[in-house]
């Protein structure tokens, strides 16, 4: 857990000013699973409910686009 804080930081963190953000990270919790479960996610999770029950649990490398 130690490790995955100390990267979370260093993601974030602005080695020119030495400063860190820590509003750009989020810790939240979920109930059931194991310690060794936690990961450090860098990027947006989407926490929502499956519509079918043969959609995919994880999915990485999408891309978003957002056209205004």
Known sequence: MAEIA??????????ERRDVNFELIKVQGKVGGR???TLLVKGVVVDKT?????????RFYYHIFFIL
């Open 6 to 15: 100390v990267n979370a930081i260093m993601n974030v963190a602005d080695m």
């Open 35 to 37: 310690l060794e479960d």
């Open 50 to 58: 499956f519509s079918h029950p043969q959609m995919p649990k994880v």
